[in-house]
């Protein structure tokens, strides 16, 4: 279905990927997975042709239609979510106008004209029908509300929605396409815990080829029979599920660090009898012919160690007994989101808020924070609090670089102390010399962590912190978060993520006056 042969890509200096294959074949169902910033969307902008790589080939199936939901997808203004899923099957309404045009010229139509009009639309008919045409609006319905915009209503204009249901009714829209080749980047961002199950017995049961890009570990294990691994600019094959692939990385880690070493005592000793040996007559000949194997030698590199992230939180001094009080909060903007609200949230406690996108987590954090007014009621915040707040998308339109983001905001740092804070927290040189605006989704909330862990806080508000992240930096930010001692307010669609580091779970969907 696809076949990438020898791809180089760069961004400047950057090398993102070196001499890569790949290949899809129909019916596989694979993962591309790796680090922050390694290249997984640049390679899926690539294989799409939205981005020309500086070097190397790209072959597509004659016979493939490629569907492709990235991070960054738009939808037009004034639509309604129903408008933009039947345009899904936009080649079929085109047909069904042709076939009614056939009909209004068949008024004035002579025989042999009237002939050739009855087989054509004869012909469109049976096309429409075999297309399951007549079906549309069921099938349209049947895979929204599997994806929850049932939920929200069909005839909602898009242009009122949340940035999380905008991207489900792209996806919705892509699955109805039913593309031969489905290209997936991080679909389960924005989906809710009943979502994602739905999505993935759609994709264990989905015929066609699909390349998915996640760090969603049993979201990949659940779907996915082949892994691709991107790293330091390679990429690798691998059958089975993510578990599997682990496993043999592994092993090819291990033999490729002792295939070095060896090779390291070897030149030693050569290195060592070449030295000792060649000035003696005696030995001269020996020792050239030891050089001789030397320099044939194909020198192995050392295998690259990834930076790992570390994240700690600075904390602050404790703040009052109670963090929020609210009296008959109403959250909403033109109108109310929710009931009347009168809760609490005490000093060092953890709470996680669930609930389906689109119907207030976001508000109620920015309220609670003072970022929003109220639509009705108040909020009483405690006294000596000191905030960390982490906003779920970062502005897409930051052309400093994260030296320079973070130096605006901690003017009294050092050049050394800037660097060294965002190497913490898992950001290359490379990373932290280019525009926050080019970095991945990863990389550009690892900076907005950065600028949080380096205050002094008693409060940690965080806003879908995993939505980007990749394995080994969702691992530390959850141990970091468990050895945070002040209060943390977290919303999240994975329960994997924050079951076992909170006190208590409130589901807004409890406080809701929205049907869910």
């Given at each position: 279905?696809?076949?990438?042969?020898?791809?180089?890509?760069?961004?400047?200096?950057?090398?993102?990927?070196?001499?890569?294959?790949?290949?899809?074949?129909?019916?596989?169902?694979?993962?591309?997975?790796?680090?922050?910033?390694?290249?997984?969307?640049?390679?899926?902008n690539i294989i799409t042709k939205k981005l020309m790589p500086d070097a190397g080939n790209i072959k597509w199936s004659s016979r493939a239609t490629v569907g492709y939901l990235d991070q960054h997808s738009v939808l037009a203004k004034g639509n309604s979510i129903r408008d933009i899923l039947r345009d899904a099957f936009k080649p079929m309404f085109d047909l069904e106008q042709e076939m009614i045009g056939m009909y209004d010229k068949m008024g004035e139509a002579d025989e042999d004209q009237m002939t050739k009009l009855l087989e054509d639309t004869a012909e469109i008919q049976t096309i429409l029908e075999n297309s399951g045409f007549y079906m549309i609006d069921a099938k349209i319905q049947e895979v929204a509300n599997g994806l929850g915009l049932g939920d929200i209503g069909l005839d909602r204009d898009v242009t009122d929605l949340s940035g999380g249901q905008r991207t489900k009714v792209l996806l919705t829209k892509l699955l109805l396409e039913n593309?031969?080749?489905?290209?997936?980047?991080?679909?389960?961002?924005?989906?809710?815990?009943?979502?994602?199950?739905?999505?993935?017995?759609?994709?264990?049961?989905?015929?066609?080829?699909?390349?998915?890009?996640?760090?969603?570990?049993?979201?990949?294990?659940?779907?996915?029979?082949?892994i691709y691994h991107l790293e330091n600019g390679e990429l690798n094959r691998y059958k089975g599920n993510y578990d599997e692939f682990v496993r043999l990385n592994e092993i090819k880690k291990r033999q490729e660090e002792s295939a070095y070493e060896r090779q390291v005592e070897e030149r030693k000793k050569l290195e060592d009898f070449v030295a000792r040996n060649k000035a003696r007559v005696a030995t001269r000949g020996m020792a050239n012919s030891r050089q001789k194997i030397l320099d044939k030698m194909e020198i192995l590199e050392r295998p690259k160690e990834k930076i790992k992230p570390t994240f700690q939180f600075r904390e602050a001094r404790a703040a009052s007994r109670y963090i929020?009080?609210?009296?008959?909060?109403?959250?909403?903007?033109?109108?109310?989101?929710?009931?009347?609200?009168?809760?609490?949230?005490?000093?060092?406690?953890?709470?996680?808020?669930?609930?389906?996108?689109?119907?207030?987590?976001?508000?109620?954090?920015?309220?609670?924070?003072?970022?929003?007014?109220?639509?009705?009621?108040?909020?009483?915040?405690?006294?000596?609090?000191e905030v960390g707040y982490f906003e779920q998308e970062s502005s897409k339109d930051n052309y400093k670089t994260p030296m320079d983001d973070v130096w605006a905001e901690f003017p009294g740092l050092t050049n050394f102390e800037v660097r060294q804070a965002l190497s913490k927290c898992g950001l290359s040189n490379e990373h932290i010399t280019s525009q926050v605006r080019v970095l991945s989704g990863g990389e550009a909330a690892k900076v907005r962590l950065c600028k949080i862990m380096l205050k002094d806080i008693n409060l940690l508000v965080l806003d879908e912190p995993t939505n980007h992240l990749d394995v080994e930096a969702k691992d530390e930010l959850k141990k970091a978060i468990k050895e945070f001692k002040g209060t943390v307010v977290l919303v999240s669609h994975e329960p994997k993520f924050y079951m076992d580091i909170v006190d208590d779970v409130w589901n807004i969907e409890d406080f809701t006056t929205k049907i869910v």
């Open positions: 279905m696809l076949v990438v042969e020898n791809v180089s890509h760069g961004f400047g200096a950057r090398t993102i990927l070196e001499n890569v294959s790949f290949r899809l074949k129909k019916g596989e169902h694979i993962a591309l997975v790796g680090a922050n910033g390694e290249g997984k969307s640049s390679f899926l593309p031969t080749i489905l290209i997936l980047d991080e679909p389960t961002n924005y989906l809710d815990e009943e979502h994602i199950v739905w999505l993935t017995r759609y994709l264990q049961e989905y015929e066609n080829s699909f390349i998915l890009v996640s760090h969603d570990i049993p979201f990949i294990n659940d779907t996915c029979n082949v929020f009080k609210t009296k008959d909060l109403v959250l909403g903007y033109n109108e109310p989101l929710t009931k009347p609200l009168n809760f609490e949230l005490e000093r060092n406690k953890k709470v996680a808020l669930k609930g389906m996108n689109g119907i207030g987590k976001s508000t109620l954090l920015k309220t609670l924070l003072g970022i929003i007014k109220p639509f009705d009621g108040e909020v009483e915040l405690g006294d000596y609090l």
